[in-house]
C-alpha cells in the first residue's frame, strides 16, 4: 500500500468500522472482568481471542508482521507491542491492552490501561492524564484542522503535567487496513500535517512516559519499554470524520475498573 494516500470512507464504510471497533470496546471490557494479581498475560490473551472469534471476527495483530499472539499487553515500564508470556501480574502492575479486530472486512483498533488491584497515586496520575490527553486530541480531529493540531494538544497537555511523550511510535489512518495513512504524531506542532476532511479514519493514541521520552527496543523484536523503565501509559480510540467533527468509532463503554 502506498502509505502517503489517505483514503476516505463512505458512511456505510464508517458503519462497518463501527461494528469492529464496538467488538474491540466489548472485548476489552470482557478481559476487564478478568484483570487481577496472579492472572498471566497469556490467559488474558487466550481470553481476548476467544471472545473476538465466538462474535464472528479475527484478531487482526495474530500473525501481523509476524505477531504471535491476538494481544498486545505492556506491563508497567512497557510502552506498547507486548508479547503475552505467563508472567503473574502483580498487585500495583499496570497493564496496557492493545486489541484489534477485522469484522465483515474493516478493522477496529482501541487500547487501554488497567490498573492491576491498587495502585499508586502517582500512577492513577499518569493514566488519568494519558486518558484525557487522548481527548484532547479528538477535540482537535475536525474538518479543516491539520494532523499537527491533535499532535501538539496531545503533546501540550502531557508535558503541562511533567510526562513525556513517546517519539518513535505514533498513531495512524485505519480502515480496511490496520494501518492506513496517515501517521498520527503525539507530539507536533499546530497547523502542520496533512489536512483533516470528512472520511478520514484514524487511530489516535497517545503513549505517555511517566519518566523520560526515550525508549528502547527489546530482543524480541516487539516489546517498547521507556530506557529509564518508569511507567508509561496507553490508551487509543478510532475515530471517522463526520459532519466535519470526530465521531469516535470505539468505546470505552464496557470496561470495569476493578480497583
Not at 20 to 35: F, Y
Not at 57 to 77: D, H, K, Q, W
Not at 82 to 91: D, F, M, T, V, W
Not at 155 to 162: N, R
Amino acid at each position: 500500500m502506498n502509505s502517503k494516500v489517505i483514503i476516505l470512507k463512505t458512511d456505510e464504510e464508517i458503519e462497518f468500522m463501527r461494528e469492529a471497533n464496538r467488538l474491540v470496546g466489548m472485548t476489552l471490557g470482557e478481559l476487564s472482568k478478568h484483570i487481577r494479581p496472579g492472572i498471566t498475560t497469556l490467559e488474558l490473551d487466550r481470553i481476548g481471542e476467544e471472545f473476538i472469534r465466538d462474535h464472528g471476527a479475527v484478531p487482526t495483530f495474530l500473525g501481523y508482521g509476524g505477531f504471535p499472539n491476538s494481544l498486545c499487553t505492556s506491563v508497567n515500564e512497557n510502552v506498547v507491542h507486548g508479547i503475552p508470556n505467563n508472567k503473574p501480574l502483580q498487585e500495583g502492575d499496570i497493564i496496557s491492552i492493545d486489541c484489534g479486530t477485522k469484522l465483515r472486512g474493516f478493522c477496529g483498533d482501541s487500547a487501554y490501561t488497567f490498573c492491576v488491584g491498587e495502585v499508586s497515586e502517582e500512577v492513577k496520575s499518569l493514566l488519568r492524564i494519558t486518558k484525557e490527553s487522548l481527548y484532547k486530541g479528538i477535540e482537535q480531529a475536525k474538518e479543516g484542522n491539520r494532523i499537527g493540531d491533535i499532535s501538539s494538544a496531545i503533546q501540550t497537555y502531557c508535558e503541562k503535567h511533567s510526562y513525556s511523550v513517546v517519539r518513535e511510535l505514533v498513531g495512524h489512518g485505519i480502515g480496511r487496513e490496520m494501518h492506513e495513512a496517515p501517521e498520527v504524531p503525539n507530539y507536533g506542532r499546530r497547523g502542520i500535517g496533512p489536512l483533516i476532511r470528512n472520511g478520514m479514519c484514524i487511530a489516535i493514541e497517545p503513549m505517555i512516559n511517566m519518566g523520560g521520552k526515550k525508549v528502547v527496543f527489546e530482543n524480541d523484536g516487539w516489546t517498547v519499554r521507556t530506557k529509564d523503565r518508569k511507567p508509561s501509559a496507553h490508551f487509543e480510540h478510532t475515530i471517522a470524520i463526520r459532519n466535519g467533527k470526530a465521531d469516535i468509532l470505539s468505546t470505552f463503554e464496557f470496561i470495569q475498573e476493578n480497583n
